[in-house]
């Protein structure tokens, strides 16, 4: 059986935390930002959790982390 590859996309926008949950950054803070209230802009910067409903699948495309 050979090794299975990572998906490197997925390898590029996601990291393991110590407890082995999967650390992901927000979307929507890339451009259009004159409309978006600074609050917003600020809580955009903070990384995040991957939810338990897509985080089965995320593990499939990192098979090595």
Not at 19 to 32: F, P, Q, T, V
Not at 36 to 48: Q, W
């Amino acid at each position: 059986m050979p090794k299975m590859k990572t998906n490197r996309a997925a390898a590029k926008r996601l990291r393991r935390t110590a407890k082995g949950k999967l650390r992901r950054n927000k979307a929507y803070h890339s451009h259009i930002l004159t409309k978006k209230s600074t609050k917003r802009k600020r809580s955009l910067r903070k990384a995040t959790l991957v939810s338990k409903a897509d985080e089965k699948r995320m593990n499939r495309l990192l098979p090595g982390s």
